[in-house]
């Protein structure tokens, strides 16, 4: 059974860093690229970042380009999002997902529960 | 481009309903759109992928479609439950962005 399990989610001050973490199981993680995508409470959903499974190719949304940093470690199967320069409009929940192929494509099948970020002074 | 959904949907249970998702710009058919259900209080779960497809414990109720002279994708629940009352999500992407509709809310009176 897959499963994607987040964690890194707080309260943080604008302008911080904060550093998540998905843990993968279930599947083979290096075959697969994968993504982060939040919501904000009461809206909708936001892809933020993709990355292909050998990490050649990263994507991000252009609201997180050049503050957030996609990474993974196929060796722990784990995927990780860096992000700087928070601002409220970050907070959000969460949510690590698995794509169908190797290359960045968009086309998911799983998602995990999701870690809050809260962004606020 | 945007992907563009009705914000919400009614329907006795027992019905079918239909969720559209229209494509502003570029063919519907050139990538492929999944839907996700989210109940309250839930992550996301994945109803359909690749168009057409469903993962394995989606019951065969619901279905997707694409329809190019609509430049649209749909989502059909047939014999709906009061489970389904949920908040509906249409997803595709192109070479550079993975891109969500704003979300459906379908109620089931």
């Known amino acids: 059974e897959v499963q994607l399990v987040e964690s890194g989610g707080d309260l943080v001050q604008p302008g911080r860093s904060l550093r998540l973490s998905c843990a993968a199981s279930g599947f083979n993680f290096h075959d697969y690229a994968m993504h982060w995508v939040r919501q904000a409470p009461g809206k909708g959903l936001e892809w933020v970042s993709g990355i292909s499974r050998s990490s050649t190719t990263l994507a991000y949304a252009d609201s997180v380009k050049g503050r957030f940093t996609i990474s993974r470690d196929n060796a722990k199967d784990s995927l990780y999002l860096q992000m700087t320069a928070l601002s409220a409009d970050d907070t959000a929940f969460y949510y690590c997902?698995?794509?169908?192929?190797?290359?960045?494509?968009?086309?998911?099948?799983?998602w995990g529960q999701g870690t809050l970020v809260t962004v606020s002074s | 481009f945007m992907l563009t959904q009705p914000h919400s949907v009614s329907e006795s249970p027992g019905k079918t309903v239909t969720i559209s998702c229209t494509r502003s710009?570029?063919?519907?058919?050139?990538?492929?759109v999944q839907w996700y259900q989210q109940r309250p209080g839930s992550a996301p779960t994945t109803l359909i992928y690749e168009d057409t497809k469903r993962p394995s414990g989606v019951p065969d109720r619901l279905s997707g479609s694409i329809d190019s002279s609509s430049n649209s994708a749909s989502l059909t629940i047939s014999g709906l439950q009061t489970e389904d009352e949920a908040d509906y999500f249409c997803?595709?992407?192109?070479?550079?962005?993975?891109?969500f509709g704003g979300g459906t809310k379908l109620t089931v009176l």
């Open positions: 997803q595709s992407y192109d070479d550079t962005n993975v891109i």
């Open positions: 710009s570029g063919s519907i058919a050139s990538n492929y």
């Open positions: 997902v698995k794509d169908t192929m190797g290359g960045i494509r968009g086309v998911v099948t799983h």
